[in-house]
């Protein structure tokens, strides 16, 4: 269990105990409790488990102590799951809207019986909230257009919350009356790491049966629109679904246009248009001629170009490529033989080694790292001088034992100034390191590039990890001069990562591009803190396609002698 789940469920328990209306004291105790555990380095699953003392922790006492050890063995809180009953967890959704604290939802809840996101919008519409005291028409308006901005132009998901959401869905549609073909088009096709959206296509004989059907979904909170061949639903979580129904016979046509880029069709319609051939979602036609609809290679021929895979129809040079049939070969995830950036207990993951390098091998991997923090960082204690001799006799006894190559390698912190959270001493001991900054994301651009130019001329480092720094939708990538530091990477034989976590995914598609045009190398790492994380390599994938990477631009594709090679 993540720390952010376990502050997730604290969270939960205060806001619904306030708004249920109870001791505000207790609901300050959770609030805090959360805020500390969401904040913290350290596993707490993982204290739990080594029988650490939790209330040495801020802000945590014996009883919230009690609770978390409760809901990581078991995976529950009763005192939540009781809570649920008497106060609707949807209720919770309503926080998430600008102007609405526990007081006033209390308010809403007790007074006017709403329960959730539709019900407050149904009762704003009808001018049922500006009645109520303390609420007014300014509030009710806010509501209204809280909701709007919720479902517009609101928060974006993570490709890899919308991937497990989307494959309900297709099972789902899959079973509907007369349906042939379901397919997630749009972004999420294309592999983004973000989705504004679901677009689904479906081919049937009836299509009116499948939309009927769909509306049906138990996970959908609103109907936006139903028709005979499209439909718009809002999810429990907010997440919007657009299903369009065809015939079967325009699927090719239809799928490219749904999965976009709206650029990339644009560019390809133009291109059409010059040579007197018309593009639609139902086909391509030259005067009355139908030239092909029914799947996509065809569509793609009918203009003169090869296929192009989803992740390259951004309209960034895809097109000329096509038409000189020198699109790259993308990367593939089986293309992948090891992963050169994981942790163990003996900094912040939560597993020991050997349960990473045993998954690694399940995964049929020739190779990995165990790159652990240096002990410098204040949030995740890492390997010290005290730690290295155990450190690198684990990782050789482990290889042993599971039969599978390990790597000793680090984390290495790039301070302020550019310098290393590891002394030579510690380094000389290992087979490389990765070098990555975590603190002091907002120096200036020059100061900043200077920064990891420094760390990166270190021999023992062969690497930059998680360049920018950015968390998806929470922390701005920092300010780079990204053409120095390739220039440098691709001059010194030095390798860029692609970070394969699902909120980094870092280096970004655009720059990716960009330095292998420039000659960079590149390793796609995992950056896995749990054996389950190594799976993540395919969000690592998706990226390094949408920038354009083959088999050969990537370190990791290598054959065990190839890397060993690279690394002495
Ligand atoms: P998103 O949802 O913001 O992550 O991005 P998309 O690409 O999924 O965009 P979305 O959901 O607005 O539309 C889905 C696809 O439908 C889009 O990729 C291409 C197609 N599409 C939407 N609007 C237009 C348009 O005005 N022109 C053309 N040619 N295609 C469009
Ligand atoms: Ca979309
Ligand atoms: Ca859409």
């Given at each position: 269990m993540q720390n952010s789940e376990i502050a997730k469920a604290f969270f939960d328990l205060a806001n619904l105990l306030d708004i249920k209306g109870e001791n505000p004291f207790k609901?300050?105790?959770?609030?805090?409790?959360?805020?500390?555990?969401?904040?913290?380095?350290?596993?707490?699953?993982?204290?739990?488990?080594?029988?650490?003392?939790?209330?040495?922790?801020?802000?945590?006492?014996?009883?919230?102590?009690?609770?978390?050890?409760?809901?990581?063995?078991?995976?529950?809180?009763?005192?939540?799951?009781?809570?649920?009953?008497?106060?609707?967890?949807?209720?919770?959704?309503?926080?998430?809207?600008?102007?609405?604290?526990?007081?006033?939802?209390?308010?809403?809840?007790?007074?006017?019986?709403i329960t959730n996101l539709k019900e407050l919008q149904e009762a704003a519409?009808?001018?049922?909230?500006?009645?109520?005291?303390?609420?007014?028409?300014?509030?009710?308006?806010?509501?209204?257009?809280?909701?709007?901005?919720?479902?517009?132009?609101g928060i974006r998901f993570l490709y890899a919350v919308a991937k497990p959401i989307a494959f309900n869905l297709k099972a789902y549609l899959l079973k509907a009356p007369t349906i042939i073909k379901v397919v997630i088009a749009g972004s999420f096709r294309r592999a983004k790491e973000t989705v504004g959206d679901l677009d689904i296509l479906a081919t049937a004989k009836e299509p009116a049966l499948v939309i009927d059907y769909f509306t049906q979904y138990p996970d959908i909170i609103e109907v936006v629109v139903a028709g005979d061949t499209r439909a718009t639903v809002v999810l429990k979580n907010m997440l919007q679904v657009d299903l369009r129904v065809v015939q079967d016979k325009s699927f090719g046509a239809a799928l490219q246009y749904f999965t976009g880029s709206k650029d990339h069709t644009i560019a390809l319609r133009n291109m059409a248009?010059?040579?007197?051939?018309?593009?639609?979602?139902?086909?391509?036609?030259?005067?009355?001629?139908?030239?092909?609809?029914?799947?996509?290679?065809?569509?793609?021929?009918?203009?003169?170009?090869?296929?192009?895979?989803?992740?390259?129809r951004e309209n960034r040079g895809e097109i000329e490529a096509a038409a000189k049939n020198a699109l790259p070969k993308l990367i593939t995830l089986q293309d992948i033989k090891?992963?050169?950036?994981?942790?163990?207990?003996?900094?912040?993951?939560?597993?020991?080694?050997?349960?990473?390098?045993?998954?690694?091998?399940?995964l049929g991997y020739e190779y990995i790292a165990i790159s652990d923090h240096s002990a410098s960082l204040a949030i995740a204690k890492?390997?010290?001088?005290?730690?290295?001799?155990?450190?690198?006799?684990?990782?050789?006894?482990?290889?042993?034992?599971?039969?599978?190559?390990?790597?000793?390698?680090m984390e290495v912190d790039i301070?302020?100034?550019?310098?290393?959270?590891?002394?030579?001493?510690?380094?000389?001991?290992?087979?490389?390191?990765?070098?990555?900054?975590?603190?002091?994301?907002?120096?200036?651009?020059?100061?900043?590039?200077?920064?990891?130019?420094?760390?990166?001329?270190?021999?023992?480092?062969?690497?930059?990890?998680?360049?920018?720094?950015?968390?998806?939708?929470?922390?701005?990538?920092?300010?780079?001069?990204?053409?120095?530091?390739?220039?440098?990477?691709?001059?010194?034989?030095?390798?860029?990562?692609?970070?394969?976590?699902?909120?980094?995914?870092?280096?970004?598609?655009?720059?990716?591009?960009?330095?292998?045009?420039m000659g960079v190398k590149f390793v796609i790492n995992s950056d896995a803190h749990s054996s389950k994380q190594l799976e993540f390599m395919e969000f690592g994938i998706n990226q390094a396609r949408r920038g354009w990477l083959e088999a050969k631009d990537v370190i990791n594709t290598s054959s065990l002698k190839e890397i060993e090679a690279l690394f002495n």
């Open positions: 609901v300050r105790a959770y609030k805090n409790a959360a805020r500390v555990i969401e904040g913290l380095g350290e596993s707490i699953e993982k204290m739990v488990h080594e029988g650490e003392d939790l209330t040495k922790l801020p802000g945590i006492g014996k009883e919230i102590a009690k609770k978390i050890q409760e809901l990581v063995t078991t995976g529950k809180l009763k005192k939540l799951e009781k809570v649920k009953k008497e106060v609707p967890p949807t209720l919770l959704d309503l926080l998430s809207i600008e102007g609405l604290g526990p007081k006033k939802v209390h308010e809403l809840y007790t007074k006017l019986g519409k009808k001018h049922q909230i500006s009645k109520l005291r303390g609420f007014g028409a300014k509030t009710e308006e806010k509501i209204l257009k809280g909701m709007h901005l919720l479902k517009q132009e248009i010059d040579m007197g051939i018309k593009m639609n979602e139902y086909g391509v036609f030259k005067g009355n001629k139908l030239l092909a609809s029914k799947d996509e290679i065809e569509v793609y021929k009918s203009i003169g170009l090869c296929y192009i895979e989803p992740e390259l090891g992963d050169l950036h994981m942790h163990s207990t003996f900094s912040d993951g939560i597993e020991t080694i050997k349960t990473m390098a045993q998954k690694a091998k399940l890492g390997v010290d001088e005290k730690k290295i001799q155990s450190y690198i006799k684990e990782i050789e006894t482990t290889e042993d034992e599971v039969g599978i190559k390990i790597f000793k390698a301070l302020e100034d550019g310098s290393l959270g590891a002394s030579k001493e510690i380094l000389e001991q290992l087979d490389f390191a990765w070098a990555a900054i975590h603190s002091k994301f907002k120096l200036d651009k020059t100061t900043q590039t200077k920064r990891i130019l420094k760390a990166l001329q270190n021999p023992f480092v062969k690497g930059i990890a998680h360049i920018s720094g950015r968390i998806i939708a929470k922390r701005e990538p920092m300010q780079l001069d990204y053409e120095t530091i390739f220039t440098f990477l691709a001059k010194e034989g030095k390798f860029l990562e692609l970070n394969a976590q699902p909120e980094r995914l870092d280096v970004t598609d655009v720059y990716a591009k960009k330095a292998k045009e």
